[in-house]
């Protein structure tokens, strides 16, 4: 009787989509999936740019998509499209000059060590046709 009664909960319990401050949420397709958390002071939202492709976008505290000054976003790509992150960098400069951004262009970082001592690289893109406000006014 008691997994009975569990089962039952678990049935009727709904998931929703929702924006949330240092929030969870899973980016995931049929050759994919991963796990990220937002960090106090940044806003995890998998609603308001789905219209662009986007099921997961980060901003900060108090902004919202459409005005926050920086922006993340989430977006899985095939290895057989981009073998390595020098390529998908590349394919994403070219992009967004080919639609609307002629002076986009992005910057390497210094690399972060993960927990597992891995390094992460990190690119600082700049340069779209929205230049940080009034990114895509139709959504957000």
Not at 83 to 107: C, D, L, M, W
């Amino acid at each position: 009787m008691r997994f009975l009664a569990i089962a039952a909960i678990l049935i009727s319990t709904s998931a929703n989509a929702s924006i949330t401050e240092a929030g969870r949420g899973m980016l995931f397709g049929h050759d994919h999936s991963f796990a990220v958390t937002a960090k106090t002071g940044w806003i995890l939202d998998n609603e308001s740019a789905v219209g662009q492709g986007l099921h997961m976008v980060f901003y900060l505290t108090g902004k919202t998509w459409t005005n926050s000054p920086v922006i993340i976003y989430g977006r899985a790509v095939s290895t057989k499209d981009a073998a390595n992150p020098k390529q998908q960098i590349e394919q994403t400069v070219r992009e967004f000059k080919s639609n609307g951004s002629p002076s986009y262009s992005s910057v390497a970082q210094s690399p972060v060590t993960l927990p597992n001592g891995q390094k992460g690289e990190l690119y600082y893109f700049s340069g779209d046709q929205w230049d940080g406000t009034n990114r895509w006014p139709d959504h957000g």
